[in-house]
Structures are given as structure tokens and as C-alpha cells.
């Protein structure tokens, strides 16, 4: 059962452009809604995250959108610069006991062509 | 603070080997995870600890087993390496608190042939 479903896989953006990367969910348990991103050959690093008492947060050029009642979040990335280029993945968890139990999306591969 | 670190960062097993996975982190987090990353997908949880002596099962938990005798350390063991073992993994943790970040490390890359 696929409990996080993202999209799309990849994504080609101008220099500039908006970048938005959706992540859908089954578990209504979930209450934490990252974003991380990962370079190659690296861990993956959390960019931004919301909690399910808001509908929007923002942090620089980043943003998220979340939609309790359709069990969506979404990343948007505004002034895309050839830096954002990465892969995204969004990870979702119950904080039980504060323990995280991120579950991954499969990612989405950006890059920003100059 | 060095954060996650993890050793060794590229390893090769026959089938059948075991080896052990090190993570140690110096932020004092009471909460520490093994994630796998096969390529192209996203992570999966192994196990995950909330603290010293206390360790339970992620979504993979089979052909692995771990211990927390330490705040600082989390090994991750390897019995009888199988090629579906084959993966990047990763450890990470946070600090007690909900919620507060999951810093990752750099990974081990593992290869089973």
C-alpha cells in the first residue's frame, strides 16, 4: 500500500519560474508535513515543514500548501535559481511520543535550467 | 558539533557476510533512525530508537537488527547480506520535542554481490 504518492517525478524549470511539487497521503495519523531536499551523494535536509492547525507557510522563496480535507500538501518554490536543482521528497509522519516516523514520497527530481 | 556521522561511507559484502553499520551523533538527540534508499525511490524506516535500551521496528525491519547502549550511538547489523540488501543507507536523528528537525547523515553506500 502506498501511503505517499508524489508528483510528478521530474521537473524542468527556467531560471526564475515556479517550481510546485505535490505529495497526496492516506494516513489521517500523519501531523507533520515536511519538505526535504537532497543533493547527490548526500542525506536529505529538511527545507520547510507545517503542521496540520495551518493552511500555508513560507519561508523565503519557499512554500507550502496544506489541504487537510483532500490529504494534500504541496511545495512551491518561487524565483527558481539553478542552485534549487535536487531531488524532493515529501515525508510525511505521526509524531508519536516525538519520534518521527517520516514516511517518503519517491521524489521528485528538479532541475533549473539558467 | 560533527552532527550524524557514519561509517564506513562505501562498502562491499559477499553474499552470506554480516557487518555492522556505525552512527554516532554529538547533538545529544534522544531520537535516532536507520532509513534504507534503494535508487531512485524514497527513503524507507528500518528501526528507530527513542532513546538508550529502547529500539523498535520501522516499515523494513527484516535481515537487520540494531541496539542503543548509548545516547550517541545507533548501529545498524547486518546478518547474512542478501543482494535485496544492496542500498544507500542512511541514519539520522532529533531531539526530544514534537516536532523538531531530523538531521540526516552522509550515508553508507552498501553493495551485495
Known amino acids: 500500500q502506498q501511503q505517499v504518492k508524489q508528483s510528478p517525478q521530474s521537473l524542468i524549470v527556467q531560471k526564475g519560474g515556479i517550481s510546485i511539487i505535490n505529495c497526496a497521503y492516506e494516513?489521517?495519523?500523519?501531523?507533520?508535513f515536511p519538505w526535504y531536499q537532497q543533493f547527490p551523494g548526500k542525506g536529505p535536509a529538511l527545507l520547510i515543514a507545517i503542521r496540520p492547525d495551518v493552511s500555508e507557510k513560507k519561508e523565503g522563496r519557499f512554500t507550502i500548501s496544506f489541504n487537510k480535507s483532500a490529504k494534500q500538501f504541496s511545495l512551491h518554490i518561487m524565483d527558481s535559481q539553478p542552485g534549487d536543482s535536487a531531488t524532493y521528497f515529501c515525508?510525511?509522519?505521526?509524531?508519536?511520543?516525538?519520534?518521527?516516523?517520516?514516511?517518503f514520497g519517491q521524489g521528485t527530481r528538479l532541475t533549473i535550467n539558467p | 558539533n560533527a552532527g550524524v556521522t557514519q561509517t564506513p561511507k562505501f562498502r562491499i559484502l559477499k553474499i552470506g557476510q554480516s557487518m555492522t553499520l556505525q552512527c554516532t551523533q554529538d547533538?545529544?538527540?534522544?531520537?535516532m533512525y536507520w532509513y534504507r534508499q534503494d535508487p531512485g525511490m524514497g527513503l524507507k524506516l528500518i528501526y528507530y530508537s527513542v532513546g538508550a535500551g529502547i529500539t523498535d521496528k520501522g516499515e523494513v525491519p527484516n535481515g537487520y537488527n540494531v541496539s542503543r547502549s548509548t545516547t550517541e550511538d545507533f548501529p545498524l547489523r547486518l546478518e547474512l547480506a542478501a543482494p535485496s540488501q544492496t542500498s544507500v543507507y542512511f541514519c539520522?536523528?532529533?531531539?526530544?520535542?514534537?516536532?523538531?528537525?531530523?538531521?540526516f547523515g552522509p550515508g553508507t553506500r552498501l553493495l551485495v554481490l
Open positions: 547533538m545529544n538527540h534522544n531520537y
Open positions: 494516513n489521517t495519523a500523519f501531523d507533520y
Open positions: 539520522a536523528s532529533n531531539l526530544q520535542g514534537a516536532p523538531e528537525t531530523q538531521y
Open positions: 515525508a510525511p509522519a505521526p509524531i508519536l511520543q516525538g519520534a518521527q516516523k517520516l514516511v
